[in-house]
């Protein structure tokens, strides 16, 4: 498949591109959409349960895995929109439907619009507002970027990482629930980094849209975003104020020592799981309250088998993923 180009298997039945396959419909509320595409894969990846839908489903079920999807699923359409490329991988002499490539560290591009033309193809939809569209790139590479669209939309990128299950799940659950759903900011960070002075379009940005709730730039408990947490009991020992994070090592905050957002361990911390209920909550018409989250939470609350308060455990393949790119504020 990589070797010479004039050897390498190439499409040449288009017959099933833009073909829709409903694989979930919502069953509580106005129904959440969930568009799933897939970029490098070839006419014969198209086939009814074949390699594309096999891959779109594997999508699916790692987006509610972990809660507070898991429990909130009934809430989602999930679709796949076939999309056949001319060559069966990612790279920058392959000919593929969305044109997905990839820059320094573990960003991906893509051609936005042609993912917006194809995500447009569900049924009833006149335009992206609200929904995540994941791009499933049909190549092993352990990489991940997410794009804040216009109308408060996302678009995901995401390799098969390895053709790995549990890889791939960690990769879209960071980027499709975290960034995509949760509109979260990555709680990573780079050694010797610091925060920039500027910000106003931060700050900003969660006043209008709710957008990087999980961190915040001051550790006065009385002032950061999830000072509720921090004097509810519920939640002693599982969320603190920790510097690092939104990649800078200095000046900027997260609640937890780990999460899906940090290194992908154990789960989403508390003020994380609020934000993404809040998203889902308020989209599916039911309206959101924290006495409301707080009663679902308890499953998070008694399940958890470890303090995110904890240093992590590395025990999963971590490869910090580029941070989400804005493409547009209203």
């Not at 129904?31 to 891959?55: Q, S």
């Not at 216009?150 to 990482?161: A, E, H, K, W």
Request: charged share 20%.
């Amino acid at each position: 498949m990589l070797g010479d180009p004039s050897e390498r298997y190439r499409s040449s039945d288009f017959s099933k591109d833009g073909e829709v396959v409903t694989l979930q419909k919502a069953s509580v509320g106005k129904g959440i959409n969930i568009t799933i595409l897939g970029d490098g894969f070839a006419d014969r990846d198209m086939a009814n349960n074949g390699k594309y839908e096999t891959r779109a489903r594997g999508a699916m079920e790692a987006i509610f895995s972990v809660e507070p999807a898991k429990s909130l699923r009934s809430r989602f359409n999930v679709y796949c929109i076939k999309a056949v490329s001319i060559d069966e991988t990612i790279g920058e002499s392959y000919e593929t439907a969305f044109s997905s490539k990839y820059g320094d560290g573990s960003f991906i591009s893509g051609n936005l619009s042609k993912i917006e033309e194809y995500a447009l193809k569900v049924p009833g939809v006149t335009k992206i507002d609200n929904m995540v569209v994941l791009n499933i790139l049909n190549d092993p590479k352990h990489a991940g970027t997410c794009y804040y669209y216009t109308g408060n939309s996302s678009i995901c990128f995401c390799p098969t990482v390895g053709f790995d299950k549990t890889y791939f799940s960690q990769v879209v659950m960071h980027e499709v629930v975290g960034h995509g759903v949760g509109k979260l900011a990555d709680e990573y960070y780079y050694y010797g980094t610091i925060a920039p002075s500027e910000l106003d379009v931060y700050v900003s940005d969660y006043q209008k849209y709710g957008w990087w709730a999980n961190v915040d730039f001051t550790n006065d408990p009385a002032k950061v975003k999830w000072k509720a947490f921090l004097s509810n009991p519920l939640y002693t020992g599982k969320v603190g104020i920790f510097e690092g994070g939104f990649t800078f090592q200095l000046g900027v905050y997260r609640p937890s020592q780990t999460s899906i957002m940090q290194d992908y361990s154990y789960e989403f911390n508390a003020p994380s799981r609020a934000a993404i209920y809040k998203r889902v909550m308020e989209l599916s018409g039911e309206g959101y309250s924290f006495e409301k989250f707080l009663e679902y939470d308890a499953v998070n609350r008694n399940a958890s088998n470890a303090s995110l308060t904890k240093s992590p455990l590395f025990l999963k393949k971590y490869v910090n993923l580029s941070p989400p790119v804005v493409i547009s504020r209203r």
